[in-house]
């Protein structure tokens, strides 16, 4: 048998790359010129309603089914021409952890290792159980686990032949709150040796996780961006958030008065929504006013778009002018960190 390289293509900064992927199931357009890559070290978000794209592009990639025209690498690999390398290089965890309940977890795992003709599987079940945290359940047949340690299993698998690129598919579905921390902080651990792609419904997770976003609609991507700049980039108008000591009916139609304020919010007894141009920030304005007029401010800060806002946003509306807007304000300054 040929010996597999891994990740000797590697020469570049990007461990994927995407290039006008389409894939088409009858007529069904499902992936319409896919274009993206994603560096060596980085975690991506990939975001979507059902039936966006995102299975279809994560099997592509892990060379379940090719693609109907386009191209995509993984590690320096071609997902066509070269397969093996491509799997030899690729950890994936699909939402249904494939484990077999009745083997024990240092079996399983060691079954993997061996599929993936890794020299020492003994170094290896070793070294991926310590990077989960299941060290303590070796002996334990996968059957007796909770939904928690199944999950550090099916991540342990992906991770057992040092793959270059993660992908993974809904990782804490299922989990409770506790369980959904060590997993997110596992995540991020795993971030500093390998490149992941991570493909979740929860949004918090990719604002916690996620270096960059990626929110893919009917197979084309309508944002790409940080989590923290998308909502910036989103907006038609800043918000301010101002709560004051000593509310009164007047101050609401006070703040209107001041230049660039567009309209005011009352929230509750003592807090105002003041939507405001995006030209200058009227903070400083906003807090003349409030300390000349003895309200007493106790909070003023923007209010940026949540990563949940931007993502009903962009995959709900039916018209495509927003995303056409944002993508033209977008054109050329995507984040590189």
């Known amino acids: 048998m040929s010996v597999i390289s891994k990740g000797a293509a590697v020469n570049g900064e990007n461990a994927i790359e995407v290039v006008n992927l389409n894939k088409y199931y009858g007529e069904r357009h499902a992936l319409c010129d896919l274009n993206f890559t994603v560096k060596r070290g980085e975690i991506l978000g990939f975001l979507g309603p059902n039936g966006a794209g995102k299975t279809t592009a994560m099997r592509i990639l892990t060379?379940?089914?090719?693609?109907?025209?386009?191209?995509?690498?993984?590690?320096?690999?071609?997902?066509?021409?070269?397969?093996?390398?491509?799997?030899?290089?690729?950890?994936?965890?699909?939402?249904?952890?494939?484990?077999?309940?009745?083997?024990?977890?240092?079996?399983?795992?060691?079954?993997?290792?061996?599929?993936?003709?890794?020299?020492?599987?003994?170094?290896?079940?070793?070294?991926?159980?310590?990077?989960?945290?299941?060290?303590?359940?070796?002996?334990?047949?996968?059957?007796?686990?909770?939904?928690?340690?199944?999950?550090?299993?099916?991540?342990?698998?992906?991770?057992?032949?040092?793959?270059?690129?993660?992908?993974?598919?809904?990782?804490?579905?299922?989990?409770?709150?506790?369980?959904?921390?060590?997993?997110?902080?596992?995540?991020?651990?795993?971030?500093?040796?390998?490149?992941?792609?991570?493909?979740?419904?929860?949004?918090?997770?990719?604002?916690?996780?996620?270096?960059?976003?990626?929110?893919?609609?009917?197979?084309?991507?309508?944002?790409?961006?940080?989590?923290?700049?998308?909502?910036?980039?989103?907006?038609?108008?800043?918000?301010?958030?101002?709560?004051?000591?000593h509310a009164a009916p007047e101050i609401a139609g006070e703040l209107e008065k001041i230049q660039g304020v567009l309209t005011v919010r009352t929230i509750g007894d003592d807090a105002y929504d003041i939507e405001t141009t995006l030209n200058h920030d009227r903070r400083s304005d906003v807090a003349a006013m409030a300390v000349q007029r003895g309200w007493g401010v106790l909070e003023l800060c923007h209010v940026r778009l949540s990563l949940e806002d931007v993502f009903l946003q962009l995959t709900m509306q039916e018209e495509t002018d927003l995303v056409s807007e944002y993508l033209d304000s977008t054109e050329g300054r995507i984040s590189d960190d």
């Open 63 to 245: 060379g379940y089914m090719p693609p109907s025209s386009g191209t995509a690498r993984v590690a320096g690999y071609d997902v066509i021409k070269h397969s093996l390398e491509v799997r030899a290089n690729i950890g994936y965890l699909p939402e249904t952890v494939p484990l077999y309940l009745d083997m024990t977890v240092a079996d399983y795992l060691a079954f993997v290792a061996r599929l993936h003709h890794v020299k020492n599987v003994r170094n290896a079940v070793e070294r991926a159980m310590d990077l989960v945290n299941i060290r303590d359940r070796a002996d334990n047949t996968i059957n007796k686990l909770s939904k928690g340690y199944r999950q550090r299993v099916g991540i342990a698998q992906a991770i057992a032949h040092e793959p270059a690129v993660l992908i993974l598919d809904e990782p804490t579905v299922g989990l409770d709150p506790r369980q959904i921390i060590e997993v997110r902080e596992l995540i991020r651990n795993l971030g500093k040796e390998h490149t992941i792609i991570l493909s979740t419904h929860i949004l918090p997770e990719v604002s916690q996780t996620c270096s960059r976003v990626l929110i893919i609609r009917e197979g084309q991507i309508v944002a790409e961006d940080t989590p923290q700049r998308l909502g910036t980039g989103m907006s038609q108008s800043q918000h301010i958030h101002l709560q004051v000591a």
